[in-house]
């Protein structure tokens, strides 16, 4: 089992301040077509096959890899991408809450597993150290904070 988390600040000093709800629309985007917020390249196809008001299926190719990711959206609060299939198996969630100082953050966190590999082999050993390295999911919580800050400055959010 892969078990991975990371949480950041989403207004560091210096950077241009976002509200809950600019945020919220910077996951939405994301979860509808990653091809906006990863780097260039690794997200060849995205695409929504099925939307509802709580939820989206989509189909992707991320890293040369094809998948279907059940997206449920908890407005403002949470984005749980459900990996329906591909490679990995379990929920990858992105969640927006205040810490006790009031100060909004944004953290990732999943519980995955590789199907078809043995449970805490050596495949899901490598995943679990590339997601908490340098290039993990919290680069990529600073990368769509930085994308959405982007969108916000070129009026598209």
């Given at each position: 089992?892969?078990?991975?988390?990371?949480?950041?600040?989403?207004?560091?000093?210096?950077?241009?301040?976002?509200?809950?709800?600019?945020?919220?629309?910077?996951?939405?985007?994301?979860?509808?077509?990653?091809?906006?917020?990863?780097?260039?390249?690794?997200c060849t196809r995205c695409e929504?096959?099925?939307?509802?008001?709580?939820?989206i299926v989509r189909d992707a190719?991320?890293?040369?890899?094809?998948?279907?990711?059940?997206?449920?959206?908890?407005?403002?609060?949470?984005?749980?991408?459900?990996?329906?299939?591909?490679?990995?198996?379990?929920?990858?969630?992105?969640?927006?809450?205040?810490?006790?100082?009031?100060?909004?953050?944004?953290?990732?966190?999943?519980?995955?597993?590789?199907?078809?590999?043995?449970?805490?082999?050596?495949?899901?050993?490598?995943?679990?150290?590339?997601?908490?390295?340098?290039?993990?999911?919290?680069?990529?919580?600073?990368?769509?904070?930085?994308?959405?800050?982007?969108?916000?400055?070129?009026?598209?959010?």
């Amino acid at each position: 089992m892969i078990y991975s988390t990371a949480t950041i600040p989403v207004n560091p000093e210096g950077a241009t301040p976002l509200s809950r709800a600019q945020v919220w629309q910077g996951l939405v985007l994301k979860a509808r077509d990653a091809r906006l917020f990863l780097p260039p390249g690794l997200c060849t196809r995205c695409e929504v096959v099925e939307d509802s008001a709580s939820h989206i299926v989509r189909d992707a190719t991320i890293g040369g890899t094809d998948l279907r990711e059940i997206i449920s959206f908890e407005p403002e609060r949470k984005v749980t991408f459900f990996q329906a299939t591909g490679p990995r198996e379990g929920a990858i969630i992105n969640e927006l809450f205040e810490d006790e100082a009031g100060a909004l953050q944004l953290r990732f966190y999943c519980y995955l597993g590789l199907r078809g590999k043995e449970p805490n082999g050596p495949e899901e050993r490598a995943e679990q150290a590339q997601f908490d390295g340098d290039k993990g999911y919290k680069s990529a919580l600073l990368s769509t904070l930085k994308r959405t800050r982007e969108l916000l400055a070129e009026g598209k959010l």
